[in-house]
C-alpha cells in the first residue's frame, strides 16, 4: 500500500521559516516524481513545486520561486519542502504527491498557517 505522510506544518510568523516532510512507503520512491501541492480556503489545489527521478528536473511555481526549495533523499525515501520569507498568502494545507507508473498517490495534507 502506498503511504505519504507529511509533517512539519505549524503556525508562523511572516517572514519566519518552515520545513516539511514527506515519508514514503509502499512503492518504488526513486522512480517517482514528487511534488508539493497547497489548497487554501475556497480556492483550488495548486502546485508549488516538484522534482522528478533523481532530482534532474525541479520547477516552482512563480509564487513561491526563489522563497522555497524541494529536495528529494531516496536512501530515506523522504520528500522536503524548504519554505522561507512566509507570507500569509502562503496559509493552506500542503499535500505530497506521488507519481510514478501512471499511478497518482496523495499524503494526508499539513496546515501552514502564516499570520501575525
Known amino acids: 500500500q502506498v503511504r505519504l505522510v507529511e509533517s512539519g506544518g505549524g503556525l508562523v510568523q511572516p517572514g519566519e521559516s518552515l520545513r516539511l516532510s514527506c515519508a514514503a512507503s509502499?512503492?518504488?520512491?526513486?522512480?517517482?516524481?514528487m511534488s508539493w501541492y497547497r489548497q487554501a480556503p475556497g480556492k483550488e489545489r495548486e502546485l508549488v513545486a516538484f522534482?522528478?527521478?533523481?532530482?534532474?528536473?525541479?520547477n516552482y511555481a512563480d509564487s513561491v520561486k526563489g522563497r522555497f526549495t524541494i529536495s528529494r533523499d531516496d536512501a530515506k525515501y523522504m520528500v522536503y519542502l524548504q519554505m522561507n520569507s512566509l507570507k500569509p498568502e502562503d496559509t493552506a494545507v500542503y499535500y505530497c504527491k506521488a507519481v510514478k507508473g501512471g499511478n497518482v498517490n496523495w499524503g494526508q495534507g499539513t496546515q501552514v498557517t502564516v499570520s501575525s
Open positions: 522534482i522528478s527521478p533523481f532530482g534532474s528536473v525541479i
Open positions: 509502499g512503492f518504488t520512491f526513486s522512480m517517482s516524481t
